[in-house]
């Protein structure tokens, strides 16, 4: 059996045991509500749900908008110029280390509990990776590259457009790939811990009162947004960096950053 | 075409001359001497190349005559003009391996320097077309460089220099990270582009086979500080063969390099 079709048969297989299961009365309601239980839960409750969605996707957007955009030209000055490098890399990386949920209750002290706090703590979650992967995406960029380019009559904004941008690529969207996926768990992580909205805050509501379904429900919608996001980033890949396919060992690397290399402690 | 008067060449195009070049590196501990009064002309048409240990400033002399990089005392003309920076209408820069870009095809890498300077797409696909057949690429344009062997991809790096036809080709160890077959090939391959193309061929290496077997003249340099210890005329007759490679002429120009660079190692 191919590779593909066994994992979607897993996939299948762990679906069916979800419903199967707990209907069957192996499971008890409380720990794993059936899949048409909790489906139906969200259904019922679609405008509370759809509404915290609302909240939760505004705030990972924002999020997004500044880890991204912010991790990407921070680590493009940081790999490029090598005083800030020696200034800000120690700091960053040490402050990978440290698990910074720990800084979640003091953004709700200067923020308050709305959406402020969590886009705070989430930008700042997503950003560090995505700046650690730009800079060493700018950072490890072939110097002969570079020097071919000079030349040939390259101006620096030449130089800048035609070789820097497209030889990070690659690094910068593996950055992204753990940034983004980190900023959502930043989002959801902060609703669950202080706060009034958001799908976080619903699961973890409905869990004080033990109403399984939804919080189950819940759940399905943060995988769903996890699964769109990643599906996001592969398609943005596939277009943007067709020339990391051949590199045997490219790709691969990227996707060892991407699976764990360069996780924090949450 | 763009205004020539201010570059009128007064030398004929592709001669390089080199006058009383010195280089000094300033580090903080100390100012390191990498080249020391060098001089040196090339007449147009010639195959020239500079051999020596490493650390000898070959390779910053020929940076130096890309315009790469400034020389701290001494001139250095090409085409009887100086060279304050790049300029790939007067010199084609040939690389090691890793130098072409890996997201553009065969193709577009031979029309980048073409793309800087603006020129249509049309143009560009059909000087990058000549340039691939020159280099015996035809039909492989379409390739990204993880696609084409190490010596295809040098090939494609001839073609890039080669792309808007300057006289002077400037070559630093482009088949170093080749094996011995392919860069044997190669070097006939050189050859043969040579000839058909009349360039100015500046060509570094550290292979005393390989200097002898592609050059008119071979510069011996020494290092600690750079300078030239030696100037040979290899006369053997072209085009080169592989049996010359054990005759008498070949070992004695050889074995006279290979003294100067054991002394200075």
């Known amino acids: 059996m191919k590779a593909a079709t066994l994992r979607r048969s897993i996939v299948i297989a762990l679906i069916a045991l979800w419903e199967i299961l707990p209907r069957a009365g192996l499971i008890p309601e409380l720990f794993l509500p059936s899949l048409s239980s909790t489906l139906l839960a969200g259904w019922n409750e679609a405008g509370e749900f759809g509404h915290a969605l609302a909240v939760t996707l505004y705030e990972v957007a924002v999020s997004m908008a500044f880890a991204c955009g912010g991790g990407i030209l921070l680590g493009a000055v940081v790999g490029s110029l090598p005083r800030p490098r020696i200034l800000i890399m120690p700091m960053v990386s040490s402050l990978y280390a440290v698990p910074l949920v720990i800084l979640y209750p003091v953004f709700t002290v200067w923020l308050g509990i709305g959406s402020e706090s969590k886009i705070a703590f989430a930008s700042i979650y997503g950003f560090l990776p995505t700046m650690l992967a730009t800079a060493a995406g700018i950072q490890t960029i072939d110097p002969q590259l570079l020097l071919a380019a000079r030349s040939m009559g390259a101006t620096l904004s030449q130089r800048l457009v035609r070789v820097i941008i497209p030889a990070a690529i690659p690094t910068v969207l593996s950055g992204l790939r753990v940034g983004g996926a980190l900023v959502i768990v930043g989002v959801v992580v902060s609703e669950m811990l202080i706060s009034s909205a958001g799908i976080g805050y619903l699961i973890s509501r409905y869990r004080t009162i033990l109403d399984s379904p939804h919080v189950f429900a819940g759940v399905l919608l943060v995988l769903a947004m996890a699964m769109a996001f990643n599906a996001a980033i592969k398609w943005i890949e596939r277009k943007a960096s067709i020339w990391q396919t051949g590199t045997r060992g490219g790709q691969s690397t990227a996707d060892d950053i991407a699976a764990g290399a360069l996780r924090p402690a949450t | ?265």
């Open chain 2, 1 to 265: 075409m763009q205004p020539l008067a201010n570059i009128t060449p007064i030398k004929p195009a592709g001669a390089i001359e080199v006058r009383n070049v010195g280089q000094i590196f300033k580090t903080t501990s100390q100012d390191v001497v990498a080249l020391e009064n060098v001089s040196l002309d090339v007449k147009p048409g010639r195959f020239v190349v500079l051999v020596g240990p490493s650390g000898c400033g070959k390779s910053t002399l020929l940076m130096m005559m890309a315009g790469l990089r400034q020389q701290t005392s001494g001139t250095i003309t090409i085409s009887g003009a100086p060279i304050p920076q790049p300029d790939p209408n007067r010199v084609g820069v040939v690389f090691q391996e890793a130098s072409l870009f890996p997201w553009l095809t065969a193709e577009e890498n031979v029309e980048f320097p073409l793309a800087l300077r603006g020129v249509s797409k049309a143009d560009r696909r059909a000087k990058a077309q000549d340039a691939l057949q020159l280099v015996g690429l035809d039909g492989f344009g379409k390739r990204h460089p993880h696609e084409l062997s190490g010596g295809m991809k040098q090939r494609v790096s001839i073609a890039r220099g080669l792309v808007q036809d300057p006289p002077v080709l400037l070559m630093d160890e482009p088949f170093a990270a080749l094996d011995e077959q392919t860069r044997m090939t190669m070097g006939d391959e050189l050859l043969r582009i040579w000839a058909a193309t009349g360039k100015t061929v500046v060509f570094v290496t550290h292979s005393l086979t390989e200097a002898v077997y592609l050059a008119d003249e071979v510069i011996v340099m020494s290092p600690r500080p750079g300078r030239i210890v030696d100037h040979l005329q290899v006369s053997l007759p072209r085009p080169r063969t592989y049996e010359m490679l054990s005759g008498d002429a070949f070992g004695s120009l050889r074995d006279r390099i290979w003294r100067h660079i054991r002394k200075s190692a």
